[in-house]
């Protein structure tokens, strides 16, 4: 028996320095690496869910778009995001609410009713405390409009990048030629007390609604007028039925793509930094497509007939509003304080 028993001592043995080699080796076969010798990411595979109100031609479809392909793409197919358009899986509030507890992982909604769940965003609804595009994105993409996305986790969310969404106007079934003219319409509003505060500064009836109902409750006469900007009047069809619009530009209230923390906390460190940088990555398609389809959407409601007044002199609207402005600095006043700053620099 002797024999036998060296021979299985000898190739315990040489399995073992096997091993130890192996140890030694420098590449990993776990981890495959690619032509270049960069490792791939591995982990988990998902398949997540984003929504998004907007129908599939709209930029801030397009943006969540290039934003899922980004990450399919940086892992290498382990990580898919089905975007749903068109309210498939319900309009902002009732989205938002689901992102909370986690059953939709991903969604892009307006700041504006956001602030019904995270304060901090009531910012935005404030009206003209923003000079021009380029002063709001100053001030959203310094380390004070970074610092806004991430107070999101108090709420259960985590925010990832701003789209763009332009300057919010008024439309109305009614001629809208200057301030008097918009006082006692009934005026759809964004759901949140800023923005019912603002109508009845401007003198007008707020009235809170979903985005989906506008257009029949403008054509039935259940509400006189709305306000959005261009790409939501033109792609809504809200011109066909309100065909008066005044550019007075009292908001520029950005978009925000955002996580539910439930989502965020089951990926890996390096997952997360690949979500957040393709959030951010996917801001310039956004942005330009924005651009493209403001300058389509205006040229197209022009053509209609829709009869545009542009608004020469905004002081008697600031003036109308400043009782809100102060009603909510204490609030707000840090934020105010970051804005004012953005627009120096």
């Keep these: 028996m002797k024999p036998f028993i060296q021979v299985v001592s000898v190739l315990s043995c040489l399995i073992m320095a096997g091993g130890v080699l192996a140890g030694c080796s420098t590449k990993d076969p776990a981890k495959p690496t690619t032509a270049g010798g960069d490792k791939k990411v591995e982990g988990k595979k998902y398949t997540f869910r984003l929504a998004d109100t907007h129908p599939p031609d709209y930029p801030t479809v397009i943006g969540d778009k290039k934003f899922a392909d980004l990450v399919n793409e940086r892992t290498n197919g382990r990580i898919k995001i089905d975007v749903f358009p068109s309210s498939q899986l319900g309009e902002e509030k009732a989205v938002i609410e689901q992102v909370q507890l986690g059953a939709i992982e991903f969604t892009r909604v307006s700041s504006g009713p956001l602030a019904e769940f995270n304060k901090n965003f009531g910012v935005f609804s404030l009206p003209y405390v923003f000079d021009s595009d380029q002063h709001l994105w100053k001030f959203l993409e310094s380390d004070n409009g970074n610092k806004l996305l991430d107070s999101l986790e108090s709420s259960k969310m985590k925010g990832l990048a701003y789209y763009s969404s332009g300057a919010r106007n008024f439309y109305s079934r009614k001629p809208v030629t200057n301030l008097a003219e918009l006082k006692g319409q009934k005026v759809r509003v964004i759901q949140n007390k800023i923005n019912i505060d603002l109508m009845s500064a401007l003198g007008a009836n707020a009235t809170p609604m979903a985005y989906g109902e506008v257009f029949s409750s403008l054509q039935t006469g259940v509400i006189d007028a709305a306000e959005n900007n261009f790409p939501s009047y033109q792609s809504s069809n809200h011109y066909e039925v309100a065909k008066h619009m005044i550019l007075d530009g009292h908001q520029r209230v950005p978009e925000v793509l955002l996580i539910?923390?439930?989502?965020?906390?089951?990926?890996?460190?390096?997952?997360?930094?690949?979500?957040?940088?393709?959030?951010?990555?996917?801001?310039?398609?956004?942005?330009?497509?924005?651009?493209?389809?403001?300058?389509?959407?205006?040229?197209?409601?022009?053509?209609?007939?829709?009869?545009?007044?542009?608004?020469?002199?905004?002081?008697?609207?600031?003036?109308?509003?400043?009782?809100?402005?102060?009603?909510?600095?204490?609030?707000?006043?840090d934020v105010l304080e970051q804005i004012d700053a953005a627009r120096k620099k």
């Design 260 to 333: 539910s923390q439930s989502a965020w906390n089951k990926l890996s460190e390096e997952d997360r930094k690949i979500v957040k940088q393709a959030a951010i990555d996917s801001v310039k398609t956004q942005r330009e497509s924005w651009d493209k389809y403001e300058k389509d959407a205006e040229a197209k409601v022009r053509a209609a007939g829709v009869t545009i007044t542009e608004v020469k002199d905004v002081k008697p609207w600031q003036d109308a509003v400043k009782p809100v402005i102060e009603k909510y600095r204490p609030e707000y006043k």
